[in-house]
């Protein structure tokens, strides 16, 4: 889904936005015809598009540390098979590891989580049909979740 809507009188269409905003791109006029999935308008992506490259160099940060791990690891696996240094040592290099590990899943999770909204940034047509009312002309700021934007008949 890439809205929120909801129908009125059964043909009626109000799609509105799970995220604040400013409309910074409107795509349609009222009167259009549309069809599912067409641009209707955009949301300021700003504060989206920098949370995303915070989250990729958080994911880029994390991703160095597990390799760096990884590179421990397999040391103290050698060290160990070779009885140069101790289990301890080699369970310290495990655990720091697998909270490597955990740091890179967890920035990775975060980051697809984060993309999911990209569609609450770029709203398209739910339905095909004709755009009757824009409710948040180009400038507008849309400031709570369900905010009406756009009605489809």
């Known amino acids: 889904m890439f809205f929120s809507a909801s129908l009125y009188a ?16 409107l795509y349609v006029a009222e009167g259009d015809s549309v069809n599912k999935g067409d641009k209707l308008l955009t949301l300021d992506s700003a504060r989206y598009q920098a949370k995303k490259q915070m989250l990729q160099a958080n994911l880029k940060i994390a991703k160095i540390g597990l390799d760096d791990a990884k590179i421990e690891l397999d040391q103290a696996l050698d060290l160990y098979d070779r009885t140069v240094t101790s289990k301890r040592t080699l369970d310290a290099s495990q655990m720091r590891y697998d909270q490597a590990l955990a740091g890179f899943e967890q920035a990775n999770a975060t980051l697809k989580m984060h993309r999911a909204w990209e569609k609450y940034v770029y709203i398209k047509a739910p339905v095909a049909g004709k755009v009757v009312k824009i ?18 008949e």
Do not use: C, D, R, W
Request: proline share 6%.
């Open 10 to 25: 059964e043909s009626k269409v109000v799609i509105g936005a799970l995220v604040s905003g400013q409309v910074s791109k």
């Open 135 to 152: 409710h948040t002309p180009l400038g507008s700021t849309v400031f709570k979740e369900n905010t009406p934007m756009i009605e489809i």
